[in-house]
């Protein structure tokens, strides 16, 4: 029957990367919860630079923290993430610090769809503040230092192409919707319809 929609017709218009997304952003923002959804909803693989990291070395982020030092750490990061980006498009998740090295911003940025997702302290705060396996929170001020790496680091995730500001009362699939909208209409997915 003439304009009845197909399953072929109905898959083909499921929205689709037209290119890797990679999300940024402080611990605790959201980066990988969020990617989570993206890669479901979209149909592709969820990538994380951390958990490759991880699986490669065969060492919790925080070994390899306490054992070579953060350089060490902020190299094999690097190279990950620039093997990440040879594959098929996918959802990349990042370490809050891998947005830090103008290199890794320069790789990004010109192989794929930066997204920053931007959140504030308390929303954080509330989210790490539990959690063992932040290397960078174990001082014995975790807050201030969280607050610290904030303050700096927010002015170079505000060089990120793309933002969206996460809000406490939001869940994880409707902040995934809000980053969607905001991805298509920078033509990094193409056919979404909200």
Same mark, same amino acid.
Not at 105 to 125: F, I, S, Y
């Given at each position: 029957?003439?304009?009845?929609?197909?399953?072929?017709?109905?898959?083909?218009?499921?929205? /689709?990367?037209? #290119?890797?997304? %990679?999300?940024?952003?402080?611990?605790?923002?959201?980066?990988?919860?969020?990617?989570?959804?993206?890669?479901?909803?979209?149909? %592709?693989?969820?990538?994380?630079?951390?958990?490759?990291? %991880?699986?490669?070395?065969?060492?919790?982020?925080?070994?390899?923290?306490? /054992?070579?030092?953060?350089?060490?750490?902020?190299?094999?990061?690097?190279?990950?993430?620039?093997?990440?980006? =040879?594959?098929?498009?996918?959802?990349?998740?990042?370490?809050?610090?891998?947005w830090m090295s103008e290199g890794n911003?320069?790789?990004?940025? =010109? #192989?794929?769809?930066?997204?920053?997702?931007?959140?504030?302290?308390?929303?954080?705060?509330?989210?790490?503040?539990?959690?063992?396996? #932040?290397?960078?929170? /174990?001082?014995?001020?975790?807050?201030?230092?969280?607050?610290?790496?904030?303050?700096?680091?927010?002015?170079?995730?505000?060089?990120?192409?793309?933002?969206?500001?996460?809000?406490?009362?939001?869940?994880?699939?409707?902040?995934?919707?809000? %980053?969607?909208?905001?991805?298509?209409?920078?033509?990094?997915?193409?056919?979404?319809?909200?």
């Amino acid at each position: 029957m003439m304009g009845e929609t197909t399953p072929q017709s109905r898959e083909d218009e499921a929205p /689709r990367l037209a #290119r890797t997304i %990679v999300l940024v952003g402080m611990m605790g923002a959201g980066k990988t919860a969020v990617g989570r959804a993206l890669a479901t909803r979209l149909g %592709v693989e969820m990538r994380d630079s951390d958990a490759e990291i %991880v699986a490669s070395s065969q060492l919790s982020i925080a070994e390899i923290f306490e /054992r070579y030092g953060e350089p060490f750490f902020r190299e094999k990061e690097s190279a990950v993430i620039a093997r990440l980006l =040879e594959g098929e498009p996918c959802i990349l998740s990042t370490g809050g610090g891998a947005w830090m090295s103008e290199g890794n911003r320069a790789l990004l940025t =010109e #192989r794929a769809a930066v997204l920053w997702l931007k959140a504030d302290l308390e929303l954080l705060w509330s989210r790490v503040r539990h959690k063992t396996t #932040r290397p960078l929170l /174990r001082t014995s001020a975790p807050k201030k230092t969280l607050t610290e790496l904030l303050a700096a680091r927010e002015p170079v995730y505000a060089l990120a192409p793309l933002s969206v500001h996460v809000q406490a009362d939001w869940s994880i699939e409707e902040t995934a919707e809000r %980053v969607l909208a905001v991805l298509a209409e920078a033509g990094a997915v193409e056919g979404y319809a909200r």
